[in-house]
Structures are given as C-alpha cells and as structure tokens.
C-alpha cells in the first residue's frame, strides 16, 4: 500500500509508493525513452495495460482493442492505489495516511510519432474532453480532494515513454502548491472582492507586455514572475473555478490556444521539453469566486534547473517581456548556434 | 539591473537576471560541462575570475595568485549585483524591485578533478568556515535580509563548471521555503513551546530507523516526507538557528558528518548528482527559539524528476526507512545492472 506523509514543518505532502519501490541500482543516472523498442501505449498493444477506463473511438468497435482517438487507463505502476480505506494516524510528530488515489494514463492519441504539440485542434479537444469527463468521475469517490492532471514532454521533463501521453492524479489531500494559490486568492479577494486571476488578466490585456496569443475565450501569457524562461500560463478569460465546468465552445477555444502557444513555444526552442500542470479548484468546492483555473506550460531547461526545485528558489535569465516578444515574433533558431557562453554559476 | 519579482497569487520572489539574459538559441536542452577544457576556476587562472573576497591561503603569497586552499570570488556572471538602490515599487498588481544583492562563488579546493565527497574532512572545514565568514560579512549589509547558500554537484543537477564549487546568494528578501519553514516552525513553537527540528532529532533518534549516521553533535537523517530517494537532513544536535554560530569543534563535526553521508551516498549511487540547500535563519533575527538551521541534500535522479520541481507535489518510490538502511549498510551496485524495469508513469 503506498503512503501519503507530510513534512511536519512544511505541510508538505509527499507520496511514498512503495509499490515503485526501487533498489539502489535501480536509479540510473540517465534514462532513456525507449524509442524504438516496445510501446505499451500503442493501438493494438491495449492488453499490456489495464483495462480501459475511458476511450473515445467509433461505436462499432470493442473495448481495449484499437480504433480508439483517445484511451484512458489506469496506471500500471501507479503512485496510488483505488482499493483501501486512508487510515489517516499520526505517528509521533509526523501524520500519514494510506496512498489510497487513482493514477491514470491518458493516452493522447494512436499515432506514436505524432507529439501533443503537432496534434490538430480537433484531436487536442478530444483530450481536453478526456480531462474533463475524468475529473467529473472521480469527483464522485468522496475520499478524494483534488485531481492532479499534468503531462510530461521529453526526457528532460521526466517523460519514460515517448508516445504521447498524460496523467492523472485524485488525490485524497491537497497539493501544497493548490493550498498557496488557494490562499493566495482568498486574500486578495477578501481584501479587493475581486479575483485574483481576473485582475491579472485585465492588467495583462491593458499593458499587453506579456501576452502572447489570445482568442475568444483564452489568453495566453508569460507570467510576471516566471520561473524559467517561456514559462506560459492559458486562461479561461471568463471567470471559472473548475476546470470541468468548460463546455465545447470552451474546448474547442483551449485547444486553439495550446495549438498556437505550443507552437510559438517550439519555433524558439525546437523540441524543447516542458511539463504543463492543471491548476483548478478542490473537488466539491461548488464554484468559488476568488479562484481562476488555468494550465501552467513550464519548459525544461537543465541548464538553468539546479537546485532551484529544491529551494523553491528560482533565478530566470530571462525577462518575460521578452520571451513574450520571442513567442509573438516566434523567432527561429540563427545561425549563432545553440552553444551560450558559460557563466561561472554552476 | 536584475530585478526581483513576486508572484502576486503566490507571493514566491524570483530573480530575472538581465545581465544573464539569453536569446532562444542560448537554451541548449543538454550543456556540457565542459570537461577537459579552459577552467576558471584552476589556479594559475585566477585573473579570469573577479578580485577574491576571501581565501585561505599560506601567509607569505599574494592575493589572487594560485596557492589557496579555498576561494571565495564575485560570481562573474551574477544573478544580482551589490551596487545600488532597492527601489521598490508596485506596478500595477505587481510588486517588484532592483536585483540587489551578492552572488559569490566558493571554490572549494585547488584540484580540479577532486569532487567535495572524495575531499578530507580537514579541507571541508576550510568550505564550512568560508560559508561562515562570508555570512557574517554579508550580514553587515543591512539591504540583505537572508544568505543562500548552496552546492549543485554534476550536471544533471545544474553544475555548468566540473571543479568543485559552491554558491552564495545574498538577498534582500526572504526566500519563499524558508518563510514557510520558518511559519511552520513558529506555529509548532507556539503551541509546544519548543524546537520542532530538536522534537524531530528526538524522535529520530528514538526511533532510529531514519538515522543515516551520527557523532557528537550532528546527525544525518533520511526525513520522514522526502522529495526523492535518498534525500538526507544533515542537522546540528543542540539548538541553534544561526548556521554562522558554529564554533571550531562544530566545524569538524559538520565536516566529518558530510564526509559520512555522502560516502554512504555514492557508495548507493556512484557519482549521483546532488544539490544541497543550508536553511539558516534570516540576517540579524538573533538566535530564534523556534528555528533550527540544517542543510538539506537532496539527490538529483532525472528519472523522477519530471513535473514534480514545477508543480511542488513528490512521488518518491523509495521510503526514507529503507533509504536509511541501504546508507547505514553502504550495498554497493549489485550484478543486476542499473537498468531498471519502466512503468508507464511518464
């Protein structure tokens, strides 16, 4: 059974999966994708993965076979487990509770070559869907809090598969990163009576330094505070808390927008792996006023990605006016190389 | 001018580094670092780095010239610069002010292919005492409020010069971790009316299944949430919160502890990449009951390194307990190889 623990001074939650318990020299250094060898999330290969949980494919075609666009299934080495009661104990000064959760993987598309980035608009809603009809499920199982959704992209980023894929996480606490922006949003709203994320978004608009696309019902910006460079947040404009309550125009709007932000974001840095998070409401919270969901698109520099993830310390070489510029102009690569004068900072 | 930035929603300060500004193309996905080339930091190059700000070196030879055993010089590339006013301001939502501070690196011994670990514990005093003079240096500049300091070792863990080296940020605000670590330290205060980190060394002990090893007055523990594999807490037995309260005894025993630990570490983990963090008090607080310092090592495994730095939420495979037991027993690498069976967690 895995194990949920929270640092006593921090609060901070962590995951102890027992069941990915590893040996000493089971930690490579480096970690290869694969490519070329086996994929377990390609058409016809559905039986090495659990049984399907959710799948977008023509009617006429059985589950866990291939014809599906889209496939949900649960991790095969999941971090949480569904089956089990929390059991929440203290033990001395520190509090556990068992890893009870569900781990799933959404498998973006068949293609094994084709990169979320590249997928049509039309193929990006169907995931965006896949997203939301999870979130809506799981909200149903009353031991959990929050729904993680997040994907890796590239080595770099920590992806182990190289067909195209995300995940998700419901999660019986939450993420410590959520209570912050949590209160964060509170504050201001108790102080203003307004959210947070509107204001940014108004602010954005007007100075318009650091927007990078927009349509009709999203915006695309670099944040003011980046923590690396090309940092991205996509927004809802109109006020939302949950994630799940966008409906198909809405979809087809943040499909749109990923399209052209992942785009932009691959004309200046060719394959540049990144990790984008979902940031929305808790489970049950009904709409609250002070909270704006949105996805954060972080690229994956290991040049700048020191000890900066374990400080919560981040030094960003890059002003975001200016990776918004980039991105606007979607600069490609010069001629000049991609090797940069090393400074003494290690 | 660098500046600082708050994150309005999360109140996290990063730097944007201007003079370290680069373009699309400066991004490498992977840098070198540089192994067998030109080294800055060798002796003999002393010119290529700015005028030292301390050294140990033998009496009788003149500054910036070869013959130190540590080095402590103005980074050349700084994420901010010692000259000038803070200035700060509100732009709109927004809370920033001029990247104010001192960015030092510690060159921690002569010989470039000699890594920290392998170093004696009688030259990783120099290190430690350097840390501890340049803090109280620092601390008379009373724009600063906090002393980072902190090591990146290899590259995965963001070391862009193979010779052995450290940093040292000097801030004019505090960093977000430590405010956190600092709150949650107050509240537990308040209530027990006592150190949170002396009841955890306590109970550690106690239990003794996290303890890593041990000597007089300090102890290495793997903590009981950590963020990866073989994250270790390395902590001074009696209660201080000032790191540069340290006297010469304790030197040698935080020297002879590191030795211990990150022997223990490689011998689990040939040549793992590593960052470690001192958390210390913030500038002129002057002794708090509440706080503890400590330095936090934590093992940088690309393999589970993914979206966790960017979301703030940890899944680690291996539990500390066992950790603890593979560092106190030191296995070495098994004929199992290093590859390792892969999920489909991405």
Redesign the interface.
């Known amino acids: 059974m895995p ?1 949920l ?14 069941e ?12 290869s994708t ?1 490519s070329g060898g086996f994929c ?2 390609c058409p016809g290969n559905e039986s090495f ?1 659990p049984s399907e949980v959710l799948a977008y494919r023509d009617g006429h075609q059985p589950r866990n076979g291939p014809g599906w666009e889209v496939r949900v ?1 649960p ?3 999941p ?1 949480l487990v569904i089956e089990g009661d929390l059991s929440k104990e203290g ?4 509090d556990r509770m068992n890893g009870i959760g569900a ?1 799933e ?1 959404v498998i973006e598309g068949p293609d094994h070559e084709v990169t979320f980035a590249d997928f049509s608009s039309a193929k990006k809603v169907l995931v965006f869907k896949a997203y939301k009809e999870r979130i809506i499920d799981l909200e149903k199982d009353s031991r959990f809090k929050y729904v ?1 959704v ?3 992209h590239g ?7 190289e067909h195209s ?1 995300s ?1 998700l996480i419901a999660l019986p606490i939450l ?3 959520i209570v ?2 949590l209160d ?2 509170r504050s ?1 709203f108790k102080y203003k009576e307004r959210c ?2 509107c ?2 978004i108004r ?1 954005e608009i007007r ?1 318009d330094e650091r927007v990078v696309c927009q349509n009709d019902r999203f915006i695309t910006i670099t ?5 690396t ?2 940092e991205m947040w996509v927004l809802p404009k109109r006020h939302a808390s949950a994630y799940y309550s966008l409906d198909d125009a809405d979809l087809h709007g943040l499909a749109e927008i990923f399209s052209e932000s992942l785009q932009r974001l691959n004309r ?2 060719p ?3 990144y ?1 984008f ?1 979902l940031h929305t409401d808790p489970l049950r919270s009904g709409g609250l006023e002070y909270y704006h969901w949105h996805f ?1 698109i ?1 690229p994956k ?20 006016e ?1 990776a918004a510029l ?1 991105l606007r102009e979607s ?1 490609g ?2 001629s ?5 004068e ?5």
């Not at 944040?223 to 923590?227: N, V």
């Not at 090393?342 to 290690?346: Q, S, V």
Request: hydrophobic share 40%; net charge positive; glycine share 10%.
């Open positions: 194990e623990r929270k640092d006593p001074v921090l609060g901070r939650w962590i995951i102890i999966s027992k990915r318990r590893k040996r000493p020299t089971d930690f490579p250094v480096e970690i694969g377990p999330l993965t299934v991790n095969k080495f971090a033990v001395g000064l520190y781990h993987v993680m997040f994907k890796n080595k770099a980023a920590g992806a182990s598969l894929h995940q993420p410590r990163m912050s922006e964060g949003a201001h947070i994320f204001d940014i602010q100075q944040p003011f505070a980046p923590r460079p090309f200046c840095i394959n540049v792996p990790n998070v954060e972080v520099l290991t040049s700048i990605a020191g000890f900066e993830w374990g400080s919560g310390f981040y030094i960003n070489p890059l002003p975001p200016e980039y600069f690569p010069t000049e190389g991609a090797q940069s090393k400074g003494t900072l290690g």
